[in-house]
């Protein structure tokens, strides 16, 4: 997993993740136990979204307000890809890296699903919120949904260029600042 997450599907070959594996693994081996390279990206693609990705999952709770859901998935999803002992970043965001030629596109559209489903819970939390009157009934849900899941995505780039979760959650406390701006003046 952290081999295609660093690197993509199309960059990480054969030989990479025979090293990887270990064990002097040979090609009819890996073949034998994967059964191509593609089916292990597949494989790999679908452990990281029943994990990694389930930081966002709280965009989907009607239990939470929805202020609280947007701002507890972008600093979730900031902390795991500022944690140590995988790649930084997400590969849900770097996904669109790991088949670029249309030949192997079909690869990512698991990834390009998930970030699709991230973006529509933040509209989605926008516009409980605008139902529920917290935010005025002018806001644009989906250009602030945008916004904050625009701001995640570039978490990926950022943290792999070193910027820390530190930086992060104060980026995002004036972030959430849109939120308020938005605000009605009964809330």
């Given at each position: 997993?952290?081999?295609?997450?660093?690197?993509?599907?199309e960059t990480t070959s054969l030989s990479q993740l025979k090293a990887?594996?270990?064990?002097?693994?040979?090609?009819?081996?890996?073949?034998?136990?994967?059964?191509?390279?593609?089916?292990?990206?597949?494989?790999?693609?679908?452990?990281?979204?029943?994990?990694?990705?389930?930081?966002?999952?709280?965009?989907?709770?009607?239990?939470?307000?929805?202020?609280?859901?947007?701002?507890?998935?972008?600093?979730?999803?900031?902390?795991?890809?500022?944690?140590?002992?995988?790649?930084?970043?997400?590969?849900?965001?770097?996904?669109?890296?790991?088949?670029?030629?249309?030949?192997?596109?079909?690869?990512?559209?698991?990834?390009?699903?998930?970030?699709?489903?991230?973006?529509?819970?933040?509209?989605?939390?926008?516009?409980?919120?605008?139902?529920?009157?917290?935010?005025?009934?002018?806001?644009?849900?989906?250009?602030?949904?945008?916004?904050?899941?625009?701001?995640?995505?570039?978490?990926?780039?950022?943290?792999?260029?070193?910027?820390?979760?530190?930086v992060f959650n104060a980026s995002i406390t004036e972030?959430?600042?849109?939120?308020?701006?938005?605000?009605?003046?009964?809330?």
């Amino acid at each position: 997993m952290h081999l295609f997450w660093e690197q993509g599907y199309e960059t990480t070959s054969l030989s990479q993740l025979k090293a990887h594996i270990g064990g002097g693994i040979s090609a009819p081996s890996f073949y034998a136990a994967f059964g191509s390279k593609e089916a292990l990206f597949a494989e790999v693609v679908s452990g990281y979204l029943a994990t990694y990705a389930r930081v966002t999952d709280c965009l989907w709770d009607d239990g939470m307000a929805p202020r609280e859901a947007v701002e507890l998935a972008l600093r979730r999803s900031t902390q795991m890809q500022c944690e140590s002992g995988h790649p930084k970043g997400c590969m849900v965001a770097l996904g669109i890296m790991s088949a670029p030629t249309p030949e192997h596109a079909h690869l990512a559209k698991p990834l390009t699903a998930s970030r699709a489903r991230t973006l529509q819970g933040f509209v989605r939390c926008v516009e409980r919120a605008i139902a529920a009157g917290e935010l005025s009934c002018r806001t644009d849900a989906r250009s602030l949904g945008v916004a904050f899941n625009s701001f995640l995505l570039g978490v990926s780039i950022s943290a792999r260029d070193g910027v820390k979760v530190s930086v992060f959650n104060a980026s995002i406390t004036e972030l959430m600042k849109l939120w308020d701006a938005a605000r009605t003046r009964e809330s």
